[in-house]
């Protein structure tokens, strides 16, 4: 098992968020915890293909776009600024809505950007943290101790 401590949760989040395709995929090395890229043609070093049956690592799929869908709604439903909240929850609707999403924020309520990070960044952390549980590569009450230390924060 790998010590929670060693691990960047912040790159683990960014492979499981990653959405791009199947011709590059994100790696962990069960015994080190190092992250690599892997693509159909330069395999893991970027000059020698190979299969991903071929190697000792486990793949970091990306997790459902809905997943980080949910966080947009969350965040827009929990800030105090109902108006804010309002207009961002409308962006978030159709197609288009990370980008909408980010815009608005950026455009009209910047003073929310810090809030949003912390949500967005806490939110990935966990997530991915439940994603080494699920793949036992951490022990289960490392993950449960990292959760219950890490909830949620506090939103505007």
């Known amino acids: 098992m790998l010590d929670l401590s060693s691990l960047d949760l912040e790159e683990i989040a960014a492979a499981l968020a990653d959405q791009t395709d199947y011709e ?6 069960p015994q080190s915890g190092e992250i690599v890229l892997w693509t159909t043609d330069g395999g893991i070093d970027g000059r020698t293909p190979v299969d991903l049956d071929e ?10 776009s809905y997943l980080w869908y949910q966080d947009m709604a969350d965040f827009a439903e929990a800030i105090s600024d109902e108006t804010a909240g309002h207009r961002l929850a409308q962006d978030i609707r159709g197609k288009g809505a990370f980008r909408r999403f980010k815009n608005e924020l950026h455009e009209d309520y910047s003073h929310l950007l810090p809030a ?3 949500f967005r960044d806490r939110r990935a ?3 991915a943290v439940e994603w080494l549980v699920d793949n036992s590569l951490i022990e289960d009450e490392a993950g449960q101790r990292f959760l219950s230390e890490h909830p949620d924060p506090d939103l505007p």
Do not use: E, F, K, S
């Open 125 to 127: 952390a966990r997530r």
């Open 24 to 29: 590059r995929r994100w790696l962990i090395n």
């Open 55 to 64: 190697v000792d690592l486990v793949a970091i799929d990306a997790l459902p």
């Open 116 to 118: 949003w990070y912390a």
